[in-house]
């Protein structure tokens, strides 16, 4: 079975990202969301809420299943026996960081990181920008699934 793992803190999921996910499930027999568990960063959902979202929005992908991790990534494939990491890149300033991490996760696990391109489209989307936008009132339907738009507002504008 072909596995990979595609992690992020997805706080909230974009189109972006369900654009690269739903391009893995095309491609791997499995593909694993990992949601990072970060006590250190002040999230807008909480981990149970984004697996929740996350399920919600990946159930026509069969072969989808939405996780969490904390600690390093590499130590969670390698205790999951998962091979691969798929990232999306954004722009030639994602490439560089993802590069040099994607580089040190195969010299520490063996486990290589393999990077999609994401569709024009969803280019410049972020998920720290689009609950800025939310909050200030502007309109990001289109840019996120239905329900997290509509969860997106009920937290961020009361």
């Not at 999230?43 to 697996?51: A, D, G, H, P």
């Not at 696990?109 to 939310?134: A, D, W």
Request: proline share 3%; charged share 25%; net charge neutral.
């Amino acid at each position: 079975m072909r596995r990979v793992v595609c992690p992020g803190s997805f706080d909230p999921v974009t189109n972006g990202h369900l654009d690269i996910i739903g391009r893995a499930s095309r491609l791997y027999d499995e593909v694993v969301v990992a949601v990072l568990i970060n006590i250190e960063k002040k999230s807008l959902f909480t981990v149970e809420e984004r697996i929740d979202m996350l399920q919600s929005v990946t159930k026509e992908y069969g072969n989808v299943r939405v996780d969490k991790f904390h600690g390093l990534l590499v130590d969670y494939c390698k205790q999951r026996g998962i091979p691969a990491i798929v990232k999306g890149l954004r722009a030639i300033s994602d490439f560089d960081y993802e590069l040099q991490q994607a580089q040190l996760n195969y010299r520490m696990s063996g486990v290589e990181t393999l990077f999609m391109s994401t569709n024009p489209e969803y280019s410049f989307l972020s998920s720290s920008r689009i609950k800025e936008i939310t909050r200030y009132g502007g309109d990001v339907s289109g840019l996120v699934p239905d329900l997290i738009h509509k969860l997106l507002v009920e937290r961020l504008r009361g």
